[in-house]
C-alpha cells in the first residue's frame, strides 16, 4: 500500500459525458502528479500539483482538468469524453520539489479504470 | 522528450530462467529509475540510477546503469512467478517547467510459468 489513495476504482461512461476522478496524497506529500496509462502510448504524464499551484503540463487534452484544494487532496476532470480516453488513470505523490533524491520519489495510487462506451 | 525505447516488449518464461531487459534513449539520462507494476496496481519503484556505470543489486534483481549514461539493463536470476509484471524504465525530468515529473518506456510485460 503506497498511501495514495483514488476513487473510484472503476468508471463506465458515455461518451459527451463528464466524470470527476480523485486522489488524495500520501499524508505529508505536497505534491501531486497525474499520469494516463494506455495500451498504445504508455504511461504519460499529464500534470503536476505542488501545494495548490499547478507546476507542469505534460499531454493533457484541453477537455481535461485538475485541481489541488487546501487539504491537499487533487481532482482530476475528464470533459466531454471521447472512445478513446479510456485508459487507467494514476496520481502520484511526493513530498515537495526541494531536497535530496528522496523529497522526489513518487508513490503511485491504485489507479481508476475508466471505461468510455 | 526523450524517448526511452524498452526491448523486448514481452518476455515469458519458466521459473528459474535467468533475464534481462533493456532500456535504451538516444540522449543522455539525467537519472533513471525502474519500476515494477503489478495487475491492477500502480507503478513502484525498485531503484533509481544516477552514475554511469553504476550497478545496483535488489536481491535478485540486478541494475546496471550504462557508462554514457544513454542504456541501462535489468537482469533477474532465478525468475519466479513473483516477478510477473510490467517492468518500465522511467528518467526523471530536471529542467525547467517539467522538474519532476516522469517520462516512461513502453515497458517490458513479464511473464514467469511455474
Known amino acids: 500500500d503506497s498511501g495514495v489513495t483514488q476513487t473510484p476504482k472503476h468508471l463506465i461512461t458515455a461518451t459527451g459525458q463528464r466524470v470527476t476522478l480523485r486522489c488524495s496524497p500520501r499524508?505529508?506529500?505536497?505534491?501531486v502528479y497525474w499520469y494516463q496509462q494506455s495500451l498504445d502510448q504508455g504511461l504519460q504524464f499529464l500534470i503536476h500539483?505542488?501545494?495548490?499551484?499547478?507546476?507542469a503540463k505534460g499531454n493533457i487534452l484541453e477537455r481535461f482538468s485538475a485541481q489541488q484544494f487546501p487539504d491537499l487532496h487533487s481532482e482530476l476532470n475528464l470533459s466531454s469524453l471521447e472512445l478513446g480516453d479510456s485508459a487507467l488513470y494514476f496520481c502520484?505523490?511526493?513530498?515537495?520539489?526541494?531536497?535530496?533524491?528522496?523529497?522526489?520519489?513518487?508513490?503511485f495510487g491504485p489507479g481508476t479504470r475508466l471505461t468510455v462506451l | 522528450t526523450q524517448l526511452l525505447e524498452q526491448s523486448p516488449q514481452f518476455l515469458s518464461i519458466q521459473e528459474g530462467e535467468n533475464l534481462t531487459v533493456y532500456c535504451n534513449s538516444s540522449?543522455?539520462?539525467?537519472?533513471l529509475q525502474w519500476y515494477r507494476q503489478e495487475p491492477g496496481e500502480g507503478p513502484v519503484l525498485l531503484v533509481t540510477?544516477?552514475?554511469?556505470?553504476e550497478v545496483k543489486k535488489l536481491k535478485r534483481l540486478t541494475f546496471q546503469f550504462g557508462d554514457a549514461r544513454k542504456d541501462s539493463s535489468l537482469h533477474i536470476t532465478a525468475a519466479q512467478p513473483g516477478d510477473t509484471g510490467l517492468y518500465l524504465c522511467?528518467?526523471?525530468?530536471?529542467?525547467?517547467?517539467?522538474?519532476?515529473?516522469?517520462?516512461f518506456g513502453k515497458g517490458t510485460l513479464l511473464t514467469v510459468n511455474p
Open positions: 502520484a505523490s511526493s513530498v515537495g520539489l526541494a531536497g535530496g533524491s528522496s523529497y522526489n520519489e513518487q508513490f
Open positions: 499524508s505529508g506529500d505536497l505534491s
Open positions: 500539483y505542488y501545494n495548490g499551484e499547478e507546476r
Open positions: 540522449s543522455v539520462f539525467s537519472s
Open positions: 540510477v544516477v552514475t554511469g556505470g
Open positions: 522511467a528518467e526523471r525530468g530536471l529542467r525547467g517547467g517539467s522538474n519532476y515529473k516522469l517520462t
